[in-house]
């Protein structure tokens, strides 16, 4: 994966890059979040997406975890064949949050992302680099296309969303120990489905 001089190193500067895209519009699309991020931000989508997932107001909409693995999917299976930048299709770039519930949404993680970027950096860096960063993509894949089962079965969506966001900070400040916590948590959550459906 490419690094460039723009991409987020924490999550502070993410939210921050998400806060820039989205001025001067009403409603904010994915495409301009993406735009935001950087198109060859693979990890900064990842963190998003588990971001978005647990953040209130923005992640109880029901159908935004679904879309939100979708674009997981589709991002990960890019960064899988070696692609330098993300495409996603119109009818999913195109979808919009209002922006005061964007806002408000960032307002709340702002503490939170305070806290974890003074406790991340890089660490046990051969699991966020080369084939490391494949095995996590693959792991994130299989988070969310469990997405759409997570939202019938109460909180569980909460899950996936902190462990997409712990892969995904991971490999922003490239710390491998965060894999490690998302890996655990990941088997956590597949845990709390099978038995709620099964339930």
């Known amino acids: 994966m490419h690094r460039n001089d723009n991409d987020a190193t924490n999550m502070e500067q993410l939210l921050n890059q998400i806060r820039e895209?989205?001025?001067g519009t009403?409603?904010?699309?994915?495409r301009d979040i993406l735009n935001g991020v950087g198109e060859r931000s693979f990890g900064p989508v990842v963190l998003l997406a588990g971001l978005v997932t647990i953040a209130p107001l923005i992640g109880d909409i029901p159908g935004v975890p679904t879309i939100l693995g979708m674009i997981v999917v589709l991002t990960l299976g890019q960064l899988l064949f070696q692609r330098r930048s993300i495409w996603l299709p119109?009818?999913?770039s195109q979808r919009s949050v209002p922006r005061d519930k964007l806002?408000?949404?960032l307002d709340w993680l702002q503490k939170p992302a305070r806290f974890l970027d003074r406790w991340t950096g890089p660490r046990l860096v051969i699991l966020v680099d080369g084939p490391g960063l494949y095995v996590m993509a693959v792991i994130c894949i299989l988070v969310a296309l469990a997405m759409p089962a997570m939202e019938?079965?109460?909180f569980t969506a909460n899950g996936a969303g902190?462990?997409?966001?712990?892969f995904g900070l991971g490999i922003v400040a490239r710390d491998g120990l965060l894999a490690i916590v998302a890996t655990s948590l990941t088997l956590l959550t597949g845990w709390f489905?099978?038995?709620g459906l099964m339930g």
């Open 103 to 105: 806002l408000k949404g």
């Open 193 to 195: 489905v099978i038995t």
């Open 90 to 92: 119109s009818w999913i």
């Open 21 to 23: 895209s989205a001025e």
């Open 152 to 154: 019938v079965v109460p």
């Open 26 to 30: 009403e409603q904010v699309t994915v």
């Open 162 to 166: 902190g462990a997409l966001m712990a």
